[in-house]
C-alpha cells in the first residue's frame, strides 16, 4: 500500500513540459474505464495506484486481463480490497501523499440496480460515503467523480445541460449515482474537498464491459445468435470512445489541480459527443465494423431504460478544454479489431464474409 518513502519524498519533474508527475488513486481500476486511464496517467509519467474488488459483477480475470498492461509499469500499484473498508481507505490514504482521487469504483447496471437496489446502494453509496470520509480526514483534497447520464432521467429536451434538475432518476442506479454527486457537493461545502463531478455517456470501446450493448451484440453475433433488442429500435444513445472519456477525465485532473490552488472548487460537466444514434442505426453500424449479418429479435421495452441520451458538451469544452475527436464508426473499427484479436471467426467471416 505504499510506505513512508512514498509520503516524505516528492516525485521531481521527469516530463518534457515540466509538469511534475502526480499521484493518483484511481479506484475501480482494473474495470473498463480505469484501465485505460491507468495506462495513460503512466504513459504521461504519473504514479499510479488502483484499488479494486474484484467482486464477481462480471468475471475477475477479465478485470485481471484489463489491468495486466498497466502492471508491467514500475510507477503502477494495485490494491485488492472494498471501498466500503474505511480502515484500508485510511492507512492507504495515511501512507501516500496522493495528489487526487479519480473515483469510478461502482455497482454498474440500470438493470441489475432494479433487480437489487440495496446492493447497487451500498456499493454506490456508502462506497462513496466512506471514500468522502476518509478524504476528509486523511487528504487528499481533489477528487474526480464518475457519474452517469443518467442521472437526467426520461427527457426530450436534447442536448441535455449540466444545470437541469437531476432530481427525477428513474432507476436505482441512477439514483445511486445523483445521490453520489449530492454527496460530493456537500464535502466539498462543509469540509472544503475540491470536486468535478463527469457525467459519462455511454462509454464504448475494447475492454467494455461484457453485460454492455456494443459488448453483448458483437458476442451474438459472432455466435449467429439473434440480438434482443428492447422496444422498436429508436431509443438513441450518445456513444462516446473510452479514449475519449480518458482524455476528459485528465483534463479535468488538471482543471481542479490549476483551480483549487487558491480556494475549493466544485463543479459538474458532461462527456459526451452531442451525436445521438438509435439503437437500429447502432446494429446496422457495428454488422458493419464486425462484418457480420445481424439477426435481430424485437422485445418490449425495459422498465428503468430512457428513450434518449444526448450530451451538451459546450460546458466541458469551455472549462476544462474537453474535446472528443473520436466518431462512433471509428470507434466501432477499433473495437471490432480488439473483439476479433479475443474472439473466434464464423467460418463465412474467416473467408472474407
Known sequence: MGNDHDHANPVTPTDGDGRRPARILVTGAAGFIGSHLCDHLLSRGDRVWGLDSFD????????????????????????????????????????????????????????????????????????????????????????????????????????FVEDTAGDRPISPYAASKRTGEMLCYTFHHLYDLSVLSLRFFTVFGPRQRPDLAIHKFARLMANGEPLPLYGDGSSARDYTYVDDIVNGITRGLEWVERESRDAPVYDVVNLGRSDPVTLSDLVARLARALEIEPAVHHLPEQPGDVSLTCASDAKARDLIGYAPEVGLDEGLRRFASWFWERTPRPEKVAAGG
Open 56 to 159: 464477481s459483477f462480471y468475471p475477475p480475470e477479465i478485470k485481471r486481463q484489463n489491468i495486466a498492461p498497466a502492471l508491467r509499469h514500475p510507477s503502477m500499484r494495485l490494491v485488492e480490497g472494498d471501498l466500503r473498508d474505511g480502515v484500508l481507505l485510511d492507512g492507504l490514504l495515511s501512507d501516500i501523499a496522493f495528489d487526487a482521487v479519480v473515483h469510478l469504483a461502482a455497482r454498474p447496471g440500470v438493470r441489475p440496480s432494479i433487480d437489487d437496489p440495496n446492493l447497487c446502494f451500498d456499493v454506490n453509496v456508502t462506497g462513496t460515503l466512506s471514500l468522502l470520509e476518509a478524504m476528509r480526514r486523511r487528504g487528499p483534497r481533489r477528487l474526480l467523480f464518475g457519474s452517469s447520464s443518467s442521472v437526467y432521467g426520461e427527457r426530450k429536451d436534447a442536448p
